[in-house]
Structures are given as structure tokens and as C-alpha cells.
């Protein structure tokens, strides 16, 4: 049993170890396929940065496997093979063999930080529930209907619940089997139709990108590798990009990017409360609400950071190294058997030998060959490296044109206005008029006279609901149903059907005397008495 806790103990030490330089290696080359290839959408950057967190716990477990299988197979050796020859894995440094006696307190740390973060988990998943059954009241009909006609358009085909909610401060998505879209009460009196479907739109996004779910599995890798640096780098990186992808799609579909940006601005105005774990929010931290504003309104200044690129080299040249110390080398071993039946490693004492190695002969076409191919391969470096130095003078000279600075120029004195606006007193008048208005709102839904018609408008649908079960009005519909029965009968009895022969006759004989010659000249008769009327009236 202790060599069991022993050989955990040791695996998952080197498992933790070896994560940094693979959560290294893999933030790195991320870094290098950004900068490769910059005009990749956000879908895509999304997609490499959460593939790489899943590639990360994936050889987490790999190199845990790897090395408790390794320990396993040591202390299983046979040990009636005295003298045999086995191999060893010694490191190539004296360093570890100082971080071998701190394995254990790792894996004490690593089972205490776990647990923690298995708290905070847990915890964040009860706060949806309660979120998803708490305080939750019925949305206007006008937003119920933009639901119904976003989902069509977006060909989301599960059904999506919509309600207005106390307990949150800005619009989110809870679930992914039953989504539940919920709204802050404060928001029915302080945005337009036009700016609920935008937002509503980026919530449904989440909901067709399934969102929620990889955010769990994103969730559940930052809880195993906590202790890994570069999983929150990639944590940050899908979290950026979830937003620029749902923005995109809202871009689609809404007219006025304008319209999106203010709507997210009046949101992050009115956020009270941080926002739940696990949630997929409309507004997340300011830094990044601003960047992304910038985007929706193409004020984005795209420049190359090239500091990011310096930590994305050093970052890959950290992690190669940390490979080229960290592996073993394999050294031949003499295994003993003591008297305590212990299996011990020692090092040979018999130096053997080696035979020097036998001449080769000269081979001058080889040798030819590989001075040629040496030279064209130095040739297609040369001429890479002058390739590329005439790219980087193209973008130095575009980033150095007037065009290009006036472009800058403009954007921060349209940045300069937008903030002077915002600071300005008019904007915070504003401001404080809505959080009037709101609170104004939340009194009156949480006042008593609003309970008390809510209270009545329930005792009054109750008892239209009870009215409508019962055997009067029962008694009523059957009356009104055998009325129906009778009259349709009667409408199709013979006696109605030779009234109505009767009626055509009648007026077929009607229309044959009006078209007859007598009575075409008693109306000349009328006309002629008529116009003799007239004419003794008119007369002098």
C-alpha cells in the first residue's frame, strides 16, 4: 500500500512538472499561428485555444499514466536475476535530484488545491440553479415574439425559455439541455426593441455555438490543472474570442453595429453584481467591453504586438529546453539482491573495452552530394530570410505611411470625443435618470399594491378557470352545440331547399319583367313626364 501511495505520489509530481513546459510549448504555438496567420476569424482562434486546453489535460493524464505505469514496472522487476543488466532513467542533472524529495509536498498541494477548486465548482453550479428558479417574472409580448423570429432566423430549433429576473444584473444564458435566457427587470424601461434583439441575438448565438457546455469542459481543465499558468492564458484567449464569434453573428443579422455597441454600454451602466460562474453574460470585464466596442464600431487599431511575440518565442524556447533537460538518458545497470530481498541499483564496476570502430572508406560522390545539397538548402534560407526582411520593410513603410497615421489620428480623436461624452455631465444626468427610473420600477414590482393585482389576477383566472370546468357552462356549450345541429339540419331539410328554389324563381322572373319591353317603356313614360316637369318648372 505504501508503494502504491508512493508511486502515485511520485507520477503525479512529474505529471505537474512536465505541464508547464507543455502548457508552454502549447500557449506558444498559439502565439506563433496568431502571428502567422492574423486575418484568422474568431471562430477559428476560438477553436485553436480551446483544442489546445483539451490537448493540455490530455497529456496531463498521458504523462500521469506514463509514469505510474514506469514506477509500477521498477518495483514489480524480478529480482533472482542477479547480475543481470537493466536500464535505468537518471536525469542529466544534479536539479532533479533536488525536486525529487519535493514531489510528495506538491501532490499534498495539488490534492489540497483541488479540493478548493472542486468547492468553488460546486458552488458555482448551485448559484445557476438558484438563479434558474429564483425571482423570475414574465417578459413583454414584443420581446417574446423578436425571440420566436431571431430563433427562426438563427435555425435554432430546441426550445429556449425568456424571462425577466431580480436576482441578475446583466443578460445571460443558463443550460444547455432547457437554455434559459434571463434579463434584468431594470432593463424592460431603458432599452429600445431594436437593442433587446441585438443583445438577444448574441444570447441565442451562445445557445447555437454551445457555449455553455464547452465552457463546463473549459470549467473542469482549469479545475485539474489549476495550478498551470498557461491554462488561464488559454482560458483568457477562449473567453475573448466566445465574444468576438457571438458578435460576430449578431453583426449578420442586426442593421446598426451602433445600436449593438449602445445596448452593451447600457448594460454595463446598469450591472450591479459581478457576474455568475459557468454563465454566458452579454458584458463581461470593462477592459474587454471596450475592446469590443472598438470592434463592433471598426475602430479597432490593428498593430503588431510585437511583445507578444517575443514572449511567444521565448515561451517555445523555454519549453524545448525544459524537454531537452527534463529527458532522461538511459545509463546500463547491475541489479543485486541483498539479504533483505531488495532490489537495489547500482553502477557497473567492470569497465569494459570498446573496440575502436572500423574506417570507413571514402566516398567522394556522397560527399559531393551532401556539399550540394548543404549549399541549396543554405541558398533557400538566404533567400527566405531576404523574402521575408522585404515583407517586414512593406509593413514597416504601411505602418509608417501618412495614410496610415492619419487613419490612427482620427480614430483616437474619435476615441478622445467618445470618452470626453461619456464623462460629460449630460451623459451622467443621463445615467442617473435611468438608475432613477429602475429603481423606480423595481419599488413598484416589489410594492404591495403590485402584489395585490397580481394576487387578484390569479383569483380571477382561477375562477375563470374553475367557471369554465364546471357543469353550467358544460350544460351551455351542449345547448349551443344541438342549436348548431338543429339549424344545420334545417338548412339541409327539403322544405328549405324548395324555399329557396321558390326564391330563384321568383327572382328570375323578377329580372325577366325588368328586362321586358313593357316595362322599359313605362320608365321612357316616367322619364318623358318627368322631363315635362322640368320643363313647365323652368319655364319663364
Not at 468 to 490: G, L, Q
Request: glycine fraction near 2%.
Amino acid at each position: 500500500m505504501d508503494s502504491l501511495h508512493q508511486n502515485i505520489t511520485q507520477a503525479l509530481g512529474w505529471s505537474m512538472l512536465h505541464s508547464l513546459w507543455q502548457g508552454a510549448l502549447t500557449y506558444g504555438a498559439l502565439c506563433f499561428i496568431y502571428l502567422l496567420f492574423p486575418k484568422l476569424t474568431s471562430k477559428s482562434k476560438y477553436a485553436l485555444a480551446l483544442g489546445g486546453q483539451f490537448m493540455l489535460s490530455l497529456a496531463f493524464v498521458i504523462t500521469f499514466g506514463h509514469y505510474l505505469d514506469t514506477a509500477s514496472t521498477l518495483n514489480e522487476a524480478p529480482v533472482h536475476y542477479k547480475g543481470a543488466l537493466s536500464i535505468s532513467l537518471e536525469a542529466p542533472s544534479s536539479i532533479l535530484n533536488v525536486l525529487d524529495p519535493l514531489l510528495p509536498w506538491m501532490s499534498s498541494i495539488y490534492v489540497l488545491g483541488l479540493s478548493f477548486q472542486l468547492v468553488i465548482f460546486s458552488s458555482g453550479l448551485s448559484k445557476l440553479h438558484y438563479l434558474k428558479t429564483r425571482g423570475l417574472s414574465v417578459v413583454p409580448t414584443t420581446w417574446n415574439e423578436s425571440l420566436l423570429a431571431i430563433c427562426s432566423k438563427l435555425q435554432i430549433k430546441q426550445r429556449v425559455r425568456f424571462h425577466l429576473s431580480e436576482k441578475v444584473s446583466v443578460p445571460m444564458v443558463l443550460g444547455h439541455l432547457k437554455p434559459i435566457i434571463l434579463f434584468p427587470v431594470a432593463l424592460v424601461s431603458n432599452l429600445e426593441l431594436a437593442q433587446v434583439e441585438a443583445i438577444l441575438t448574441h444570447e441565442l448565438a451562445h445557445i447555437k455555438r454551445r457555449d455553455y457546455l464547452l465552457n463546463l469542459l473549459k470549467v473542469a481543465i482549469e479545475t485539474i490543472l489549476f495550478f498551470n499558468p498557461f491554462v488561464w492564458l488559454l482560458s483568457r484567449h477562449i473567453e475573448t474570442e466566445r465574444e468576438h464569434a457571438c458578435d460576430d453573428i449578431v453583426m449578420m443579422w442586426t442593421p446598426s453595429p451602433i445600436a449593438y455597441a449602445q445596448a452593451l454600454m447600457s448594460v454595463e451602466l446598469l450591472k450591479t453584481t459581478p457576474v455568475p460562474m459557468h454563465a454566458m453574460a452579454a458584458v463581461g470585464k470593462k477592459y474587454h467591453l471596450l475592446h469590443r466596442m472598438q470592434r463592433i464600431t471598426n475602430m479597432e487599431k490593428k498593430r503588431i504586438h510585437a511583445r507578444q511575440h517575443f514572449i511567444a518565442v521565448l515561451l517555445c524556447s523555454f519549453a524545448l529546453t525544459a524537454v531537452a533537460w527534463i529527458t532522461p538518458k538511459e545509463q546500463p545497470i547491475i541489479a543485486v539482491e541483498n539479504a533483505n530481498n531488495l532490489l537495489i541499483v547500482e553502477a557497473p564496476v567492470t569497465t569494459h573495452q570498446i573496440p575502436p570502430p572500423v574506417t570507413a572508406p571514402d566516398y567522394p560522390p556522397l560527399i559531393q552530394d551532401s556539399i550540394k545539397l548543404r549549399r541549396k538548402s543554405e541558398k533557400m534560407l538566404t533567400d527566405n530570410m531576404k523574402n521575408m526582411e522585404v515583407e517586414a520593410k512593406k509593413i514597416e513603410a504601411h505602418y509608417n505611411s501618412p495614410e496610415w497615421k492619419e487613419k490612427v489620428a482620427d480614430i483616437e480623436t474619435q476615441a478622445k470625443r467618445a470618452g470626453e461624452y461619456f464623462n460629460s455631465p449630460e451623459w451622467k444626468a443621463k445615467i442617473a435618470d435611468i438608475e432613477a427610473n429602475a429603481r423606480k420600477i423595481e419599488t413598484y414590482y416589489n410594492s404591495s399594491e403590485w402584489k395585490e393585482k397580481v394576487a387578484d389576477i390569479e383569483t380571477q383566472a382561477k375562477r375563470a378557470g374553475e367557471y369554465f370546468n364546471s357543469p353550467a357552462w358544460k350544460a351551455k356549450i351542449a345547448d349551443i352545440e344541438a342549436n348548431a345541429r338543429k339549424i344545420e339540419t334545417y338548412y339541409n331539410s327539403p322544405e328549405w331547399k324548395e324555399k329557396v328554389a321558390d326564391i330563384e324563381i321568383q327572382a328570375k322572373r323578377a329580372g325577366e319583367y325588368f328586362n321586358s319591353p313593357e316595362w322599359k317603356a313605362k320608365i321612357a313614360d316616367i322619364e318623358a313626364n318627368a322631363k315635362e316637369i322640368a320643363e313647365h318648372y323652368v319655364s319663364p
